[in-house]
């Protein structure tokens, strides 16, 4: 099953929206990259790598960031990725984050493969609420 990593800026919102994804696609592997290693708003690339490694489970992961420098955080973990050696195959997703990260769960509990995971987080911009 595609793993899904929910990067942001705080601690809380990471945790809260994994929570929320993972009541709504039970079964799904969301793990939440939120703050910095020492609490504080921001990103780290330490704690999405560690995410990464928890999320994967051999499908490959995708990246949900909230905006701003959690995208410039995963840009930069993604460029110093080796997939030829570690065999990971993680992606980016530009969706929306809660959207995004409901729709990307819900594909990747029903067996579709990282690009299709991607694909529905991605589309989710265009849901409209009302």
Avoid: Y
Wanted: charged share 20%; no cysteine.
């Amino acid at each position: 099953m595609v793993g899904i990593v929910l990067i942001s800026h705080s601690s809380g919102l990471a945790a809260g929206a994994a929570e929320l994804v993972g009541q709504i696609a039970a079964g799904a592997r969301v793990v939440p990259a939120g703050g910095t290693d020492d609490g504080r708003l921001g990103t780290s690339t330490e704690l999405i790598a560690a995410a990464i490694a928890a999320a994967d489970t051999g499908d490959g992961v995708l990246l949900v960031p909230d905006m701003g420098s959690s995208v410039l955080s995963a840009l930069a973990l993604l460029a110093d990725l080796d997939p030829e050696s570690s065999g990971k195959r993680v992606r980016l997703a530009d969706a929306p984050f809660v959207e995004g990260a409901v729709a990307a769960a819900v594909a990747a509990s029903g067996g579709l493969d990282l690009t299709a995971v991607a694909t529905a987080a991605e589309e989710a911009r265009d849901v409209r609420k009302l």
